[in-house]
């Protein structure tokens, strides 16, 4: 077991993190090695069964054909993880990873920010269109919808044919339905527009995060993870307050056309600056295969159902519930402030209450210089402490900030405001509070998914994100009602309780996360050989005594 060898000798030897990190890969690349070995030993064996349709769909299944970068992996993959081998990370140099770090990281920007911009011009849209303020609610509550929706469309888009080419696509798409929206000529047509718009967009947040998993080592994604969040949440708290300017002095379409100009620069700069990422492109596996072999097996790639899957690991899940009530507490206090504040503090115009969205900016721009480092940083302490690196590890670092930090400030936001106790300056010390310790959050949640299923990477992020954003998209659903009918006091209080069950969560996933994986993956590549002990003797209806045996086998090697 050569990755338990080095991690007794990495609890003596390692005193700093370059230690630390060299460690880590050292142990990434005997695992990786090892991995390979495996997979020859299936190919080999394969090579002697006679080619008919099941015996193709069977090496289809067990092995690949075609390197994509420098190295393969199966397409239906037993285990939860795919080693990666550590030279692949090295590929790139530093100043690149940098540019496409930033470049990914405006990227994810686009969507979120245009999730908000239009709610500080409600009232202004509602009047255009000869409609209500809750009607176009409504469409910001579907615009998220759909962005919890289109990710086990993008995920699985982006495994199978790379990140470039789905990121331009779905780019050139955003910026033609970015257009079409700042032209609509009736409720209708933005209507339309602007859920086309959220489908398109996501795309940028489930491939940026991909690419993160794509070039950087597990013990830099954290860092890495913390600027990409920076993205994807000031996006939301900046959107509104640059709405509201555009609506004090002029036309609210001009938001749209800001939003075409940004989304064309991110589509340019993806085009001339970011490469092809992947580690294996799962479309390199069909070479070979007549159309009709090609088109079942992609139908079984793209399927959706494979993202939702992944919900069966317990830790997936109770992860995606954590991210999920973060998200769910972000939209319920940004959604209503310019009704809660404004009559509040008698504030009279959006560019006034625009402002409030600041504070909460401030807080996740500050966290991105500190939450991802300090992700990192606790792993690489407690692979001093261990010897050994284990995922689950880099979730302590969320616990203070999803348990008490967040909770404090969102109850004390809540009351005070229902109250009208504290005034302007606590509601923006607690809205800034509150949206720095998210950035301590988001990106330990998001890079603990990436450790534990690396290698499918998009497909990981795209059930995150469906999850979170679905959740986003009820907030931003009953948040006005809710408050109308039980005020922000109480309703805050909700959000409290949410997010104290996303702590329980996570704690559960440090606990008993590995275990969890084990499990699964042990009934994974039991059901595997068995299927395949079935296929290679047909007329047996009940399992051999040596089947049986190398399931058990299997089980205790797995576990």
């Given at each position: 077991m050569p990755e338990l060898n080095t991690a007794a000798r990495s609890s003596h030897e390692l005193l700093d993190d370059e230690k630390v990190d060299h460690a880590a890969r050292r142990s990434s690349s005997s695992s990786s090695h090892d991995s390979t070995s495996s997979r020859c030993n299936h190919s080999s064996s394969g090579d002697d069964d006679d080619i008919d349709d099941v015996d193709r769909q069977e090496r289809l299944e067990r092995c690949s054909t075609k390197h994509s970068a420098m190295g393969d992996a199966p397409i239906q993959p037993i285990d939860s993880v795919i080693e990666i081998p550590d030279v692949f990370y090295d590929r790139l140099p530093r100043h690149r990873k940098t540019i496409i770090l930033v470049l990914i990281s405006f990227s994810a920007f686009l969507s979120p920010v245009s999730s908000t911009s239009v709610l500080a011009a409600t009232p202004e849209v509602a009047r255009e269109y000869s409609t209500t303020g809750s009607i176009v609610n409504l469409v910001n509550a579907l615009y998220l919808l759909f962005m919890?929706?289109?990710?086990?469309f993008w995920g699985p888009l982006s495994q199978v044919y790379g990140r470039r080419p789905i990121s331009l696509i779905t780019g050139g798409g955003f910026v033609l339905t970015s257009i079409a929206t700042a032209l609509s000529p009736n409720l209708g047509a933005f209507f339309f527009f602007r859920l086309f718009t959220a489908f398109l967009g996501t795309s940028f947040l489930l491939n940026g995060a991909a690419v993160i998993s794509d070039i950087y080592r597990p013990t830099e994604r954290g860092t890495a993870t913390g600027w990409f969040m920076s993205g994807t949440l000031i996006g939301p708290a900046f959107g509104p307050f640059l709405g509201g300017l555009i609506v004090t002095y002029t036309s609210w379409r001009v938001i749209f056309w800001l939003q075409t100009g940004l989304a064309g620069i991110a589509t340019i700069g993806i085009f001339f600056l970011m490469p092809e990422t992947i580690f294996h492109k799962k479309i390199d596996d069909l070479?070979?295969?007549?159309?009709?072999?090609?088109?079942?097996?992609?139908?079984?790639?793209?399927?959706?159902w494979g993202v939702l899957?992944?919900?069966?690991?317990?830790?997936?899940?109770?992860?995606?519930?954590a991210s999920a009530s973060l998200v769910w507490n972000m939209y319920s206090i940004l959604t209503p402030i310019r009704y809660v504040l404004n009559p509040r503090y008698h504030l009279t115009s959006p560019l006034q209450g625009g402002l409030f969205y600041l504070a909460p900016g401030f807080g996740y721009l500050t966290g991105t210089f500190i939450g991802g480092r300090y992700a990192d940083y606790i792993v690489k302490l407690y692979i001093r402490k261990r010897g050994v690196r284990i995922p689950e590890d880099r979730l302590y670092s969320a616990l203070p900030f999803i348990g008490i930090v967040i909770p404090g400030s969102v109850i004390i936001y809540g009351w005070c405001v229902e109250k009208d106790a504290g005034g302007i300056p606590l509601t923006v010390i607690v809205l800034f509070l509150q949206g720095l310790a998210q950035l301590f959050c988001f990106p330990s949640l998001n890079t603990y998914c990436l450790d534990v299923m690396s290698g499918r990477g998009a497909e990981v992020i795209a059930g995150n994100y469906a999850m979170r954003y679905l959740f986003g998209c009820l907030a931003t659903a009953v948040v006005l009602p809710a408050i109308q009918t039980i005020g922000v006091g109480w309703f805050s209080t909700i959000s409290t309780f949410f997010l104290l069950g996303g702590t329980v969560c996570t704690y559960l996933?440090?606990?008993?996360?590995?275990?969890?994986?084990?499990?699964?993956?042990?009934?994974?590549?039991?059901?595997?050989?068995?299927?395949?002990?079935?296929?290679?003797?047909?007329?047996?209806?009940?399992?051999?005594?040596?089947?049986?045996?190398?399931?058990?086998?299997?089980?205790?090697?797995e576990l």
């Open positions: 919890g929706l289109s990710p086990v070479e070979g295969y007549s159309g009709r072999e090609k088109g079942r097996a992609l139908l079984s790639m793209l399927n959706p899957k992944l919900f069966e690991y317990p830790n997936f899940l109770l992860t995606g519930f996933s440090i606990r008993y996360g590995k275990q969890w994986r084990d499990t699964i993956d042990a009934k994974h590549k039991a059901k595997k050989l068995q299927d395949l002990e079935k296929k290679s003797n047909p007329d047996s209806q009940v399992p051999t005594e040596k089947s049986t045996k190398r399931n058990e086998i299997a089980n205790v090697s």
